[in-house]
């Protein structure tokens, strides 16, 4: 059972452009969400992250918004950079609204963006 | 610098050989973990422990086992058990508080030859 899922396998975009990242989830108890940016042969590394008592978190060219009624959350990232591309991962928690716990993963979203 | 180290980076074993991967942090991260990557399976969770001298077993935990002797240390051992393990595995840590989640290693890519 796929708790996070990340449905585009991969987004194609053009430098200077918008790209966004889509993640659903079916666990009405996660309460933390999290973006990691993964380059090949590489770990994954934190991008931003959200609360669930917030709709949006707004970090430079990143924004997280989480519409919980729908199950869903978005990655924009404006304006778009060749050095973005790279695979992102949407993780999910429960954990009280803190990042203590483990997280479930989706399956990753492979993001080129063409200079 | 803190961080976590994985080693090696590659590994190639033979069919029925035990593994162990090494994963060390100087964060003093409380929690560990263990994932795997699979393409178009995103990460999944093999074992994570929340303390020394305790873990519990993840989504996939089946022909791996681990130990938590030390905060500092949290290897994984591949047995002949697990059918399909050629993979990317990856280690990380959490404090347990803060927005930043884990802290990933740079991963060890098993090979099965």
């Known amino acids: 059972d796929q708790q996070v899922k990340q449905n585009s396998p991969s987004l194609s975009v053009q430098e200077g452009r918008i790209s966004i990242l889509n993640c659903d989830y079916t666990n009405s108890m996660f309460d933390y969400f999290l973006w990691y940016k993964k380059y090949p042969a590489e770990g994954p590394t934190f991008l931003i992250s959200i609360s669930s008592i917030k709709d949006k978190n707004e970090d430079g060219r990143f924004t997280v918004f989480l519409n919980k009624s729908a199950k869903h959350l978005s990655l924009h990232i404006v304006p778009s950079q060749p050095g973005d591309s790279a695979v992102y991962f949407c993780?999910?928690?429960?954990?009280?609204?803190?990042?203590?716990?483990?997280?479930?993963f989706g399956q990753g979203t492979i993001l080129t963006v063409h200079p | 610098d803190g961080g976590i180290t994985q080693s090696p980076k590659y590994l190639f074993r033979k069919e029925g050989q035990n593994v162990t991967l090494s994963c060390e942090q100087n964060l003093n991260h409380d929690a560990m973990y263990w994932y795997r990557q699979d393409p178009g399976q995103g990460l999944r969770l093999i074992y994570y422990?929340?303390?020394?001298?305790?873990?519990q077993k993840g989504d996939i935990a089946e022909g791996y086992s681990v130990s938590r002797e030390k905060k500092e240390s949290f290897p994984l051992t591949v047995t002949s058990a697990q059918k399909n393990p050629t993979a990317f595995y990856l280690c990380?840590?959490?404090?347990?508080?803060?927005?930043?989640?884990?802290?990933f290693g740079s991963g060890t890519r098993l090979t099965v030859v």
């Open positions: 993780a999910a928690s429960n954990a009280g609204g803190t990042s203590y716990g483990k997280l479930t």
């Open positions: 990380a840590s959490s404090e347990g508080t803060g927005p930043y989640g884990y802290t």
């Open positions: 422990s929340q303390i020394v001298n305790d873990f």
